[in-house]
């Protein structure tokens, strides 16, 4: 994968591609093979999605909302699919739109239509009790979509609201409950290409608030912030640091870090269990050599732990060393009931593993 793109572009290309910069540095080797969709072992194999990025529960406690990101060129739209565990099937959701005067700024130029691109996901109650899904999107502009997830017969449907221009890209967002959100700005800071990997800062923490607009979380300079969480008072925000193999614990009231937990593996998007324990996956690093410039997938391995958000303890929950080539890419990890379904920025799959809490 090339490194000279332009920013928006190439935070994708990192996130997406974290094997990119050694492979070029390697040349071009053998590319394994995924496994087959099905049951193997302990882990069954889902397929029929497109790069399942980021997962949240829906508000019926059963089904997935399933950000489908779209592609690395700006042709290639993605979209918002509803998972079905039981069915096994993905959907993609209605949006109809509806702008409301109280989510987003009154800068948002109006809906975006077919050229949504999403990447993060955040659902959330508002103070005034609607469910909201806030979307970083990277189609037609870089934004925080705004929609209130509405039930239909038989199934759930977006509507838009509003949004947030940004004027660098978003990686994740935590929607707040005064309608405003906190989001991860992996490459603001400057540090381009291969540079990320170097250890430096490369991004930042930001806060938006209704009629305040955006300011940076003093603090919050980190290896490519990545996913982000906020409790359900808005306190606290927990955020990946992907290249510094960290998640850190944040007070949104006192404005300091608070803590920080390290792990052995590259920790992206980030999500609340049943007893609001918080999930954590990511790859470990490629395994075995990636197609130098060829924008082919590697196959990489990858770690999901279970972080105690009150101690900033982490317990391994699952490791693929020795399982095969599950997957490629993986991002998320989400409960639903007694599962862990896993998704990955790229490919057609989800894993799904047995786990009691």
Sequence with gaps: MRARLPLPVLAVVLVAYPGAAHAQQRGQGPQRVLMECGTHGDVEIICGTRSPEDLELAPDGKSVIVSQMGGLDS???????????AKKSFDKMTITAEPLKDWGDSACPGPLGDKLAPHGVSLSRRSGGATQLYVVNHGGRESIEMFEVKQAVGSLTLMWHGCVLAKNAYNDVAALPDGGFAATHPTSLGIKGNEIFSGQPSGIVARWAPGKGETELAGTKAGFPNGILASSDGRYLYYAAWTDREVH???LKAGIEIGVIKLDFMPDNLTWTKKRQILA????????????GSGAPCIQGFG????????????KVFDSQGKGALISGVSVALQVKDSIYIGSFQGNRLLRIRWKE
């Design 249 to 251: 614990k944040y007070d």
């Design 304 to 315: 999901v732990a279970v972080i105690d958000p009150g101690k900033m303890r982490a317990k």
């Design 75 to 85: 042709s290639a739209r993605g979209e918002i699919a509803l998972f079905d565990p």
């Design 281 to 292: 996956a990511g790859v470990k690093g490629t395994q075995g050599d990636c197609p130098s």
